[in-house]
């Protein structure tokens, strides 16, 4: 299984751009979807997560800013990013916390978009 994250890019200050995230192959059971970010020098942090039944969770620096939604049909997440600042910079990876065929816990991970945000 594989996730593909797409529409990462350069905006200005106070635009808007849309990730999307989707995953590719059979996977039994997804528990929950979500976004982290990484800056250079810095550890990848958490930004949202929406569980499998629907809730969500935001960082204290996007809450009210960003929105994380989800598809089922076919697995897909995406993250709203409105009010763009140029500290929202970074490369945005994709997250999903799922059970294997086999029960078996799993972590998936996309290979990053990058956001940049010019002041």
């Not at 990462?8 to 976004?35: D, K, T």
């Not at 140029?86 to 086999?102: H, I």
């Amino acid at each position: 299984v594989q996730l593909q994250a797409s529409g990462g890019g350069s905006v200005q200050a106070g635009g808007s751009l849309r990730l999307s995230c989707a995953a590719s192959g059979y996977i039994a059971r997804i528990n929950v979807m979500g976004w982290y970010r990484q800056t250079p020098g810095k550890e990848r942090e958490p930004v949202a997560a929406i569980t499998r039944d629907g809730s969500t969770n935001y960082a204290d620096s996007v809450a009210g800013r960003f929105t994380i939604s989800r598809d089922n049909n076919p697995n897909t997440v995406y993250l709203q990013m409105n009010s763009l600042k140029p500290e929202d910079t970074a490369v945005y990876y994709c997250n999903f916390g799922v059970t294997t065929y086999w029960n078996k816990p799993e972590v998936l991970w996309g290979q990053g978009t990058l956001v940049t945000v010019s002041s």
